[in-house]
């Protein structure tokens, strides 16, 4: 196997001005104008910020040149092998037996940014919503680099909704869609592994007599965070704006069921008059752009449950032409984004 070493500092070019000159800022479906309102592009959150061929991505600028595999000194260690201990757990060098191995952690920045950890559809004659009460869970990404600058997603903490006055969107519709998020404060660290003299101050320095084993940065999330200043702590797109205008138009109506085909044939189920549907249980949508810093994407992903549910209701009208029946009904079409809508998929819309 191999492994990626540690590498030049480039942290100083993570400025605020660079990232907000980045695609993925520009492009972040959690894009917000100065009054808070929802402008970004609701499809990106399905993708991802474009990586580079080693499947990295660069905070506060485009790099086409990276190489993972290139150690602080200009040497390429990619066709090299590594055997043996390869964690940060690294054994004491000769001199250092007597040390202690101490994980010191430094903070860079930290920043809130809104996330997305879920949505609702609705179509005609009804309302819908996504609830995200207190107590409801997530899985955000954790992103980590070596150098500060080049990140990759490297694993999922739980983040928990421990703020009482959120419950997420309910009474949405008729004709709307949004993805609903949450303002989460997130951090950058710089995690710095030595041995250290054990009868010495648990410090490290560089010019001192101590030993660095590895160093790694990390974005990863923290707390739930009130924005403050009139802007929500749970936000979602305005219905009829341009954000939540586009999505409806996109996944939801007859254009969502063609666009969505043939998923949307094979998932498809008819309601009747006075119905509704809440998916409570199951996993929920992985999103690669939930939130963005520069152009490093964030995942979250939130499984249904009694806190966290995407529920339609439904009225008695009658439209006069059904296009998926063929007929004047009352039925209102649904389907899920991989199983049908009795099955908990992860996503359903409707026409």
């Keep these: 196997m191999t492994v990626t070493p540690d590498q ?20 972040s479906p959690t894009l917000t104008d100065a009054n808070d309102n929802i402008i970004g592009t609701p499809a990106n959150a399905y993708t991802s910020p474009p990586t580079d061929s080693y499947g990295y991505q660069s905070i506060a600028g485009s790099d086409n040149n990276y190489n993972p595999y290139v150690s602080a000194d200009g040497t390429d260690l990619g066709n090299v092998s590594a055997t043996g201990n390869t964690d940060v757990s690294c054994n004491a060098p000769p001199g250092f037996e007597n040390d202690v191995l101490i994980q010191f952690n430094y903070l860079r920045w930290d920043k809130w940014r809104y996330t997305i ?5 609705i179509n005609w004659d009804g309302t819908g919503g996504l609830s995200y009460e207190q107590g409801a869970t997530s899985n955000i990404g954790t992103d980590v680099g070596a150098d500060g600058y080049h990140f990759h997603f490297d694993f999922y903490t739980t983040y928990s909704n421990t703020d009482s006055s959120a419950s997420g969107v ?26 250290v003299p054990s009868n010495g101050p648990r410090t490290y320095d560089a010019d001192a007599d101590d030993h660095l084993c590895k160093s790694r940065y990390f974005i990863i999330h923290g707390r739930p965070y009130d924005p403050g200043n009139g802007f929500m702590y749970i936000t979602w797109p305005a219905p009829g704006s341009d954000a939540s205008h586009d999505m409806w138009s996109q996944d939801d109506g007859t254009n969502g069921f063609r ?13 009747g008059a006075n119905g509704f549907l809440c998916v409570m249980s199951g996993k929920g949508y992985t ?31 009658t ?33």
């Design 287 to 317: 999103y690669g752009w939930a939130a963005s810093f520069g152009n490093v994407g964030i995942h979250a992903e939130t499984d249904h449950s009694s806190d966290t549910d995407q529920c339609d209701y439904w009225k008695a009208g």
């Design 117 to 121: 950890v879920g949505e609702y559809h």
């Design 259 to 271: 666009n969505d085909f043939p998923r949307s044939y094979h998932y498809l189920a008819p309601y």
């Design 170 to 195: 309910a009474g949405a519709g008729p004709y709307t869609a949004g993805q609903v998020s949450v303002a989460v404060k997130y951090y950058k660290i710089h995690s710095i592994w030595a041995w």
């Design 319 to 351: 439209r006069k032409f059904d296009a998926i029946s063929g007929k004047k009904d009352g039925n209102h079409w649904v389907w899920g984004s991989n199983a049908k809508p009795r099955d908990n998929p992860k996503i359903f819309a409707n026409y």
């Design 8 to 27: 030049a500092d480039l942290d100083y070019l993570d400025t605020e001005a660079a990232e907000e000159g980045t695609y993925g800022y520009m492009n």
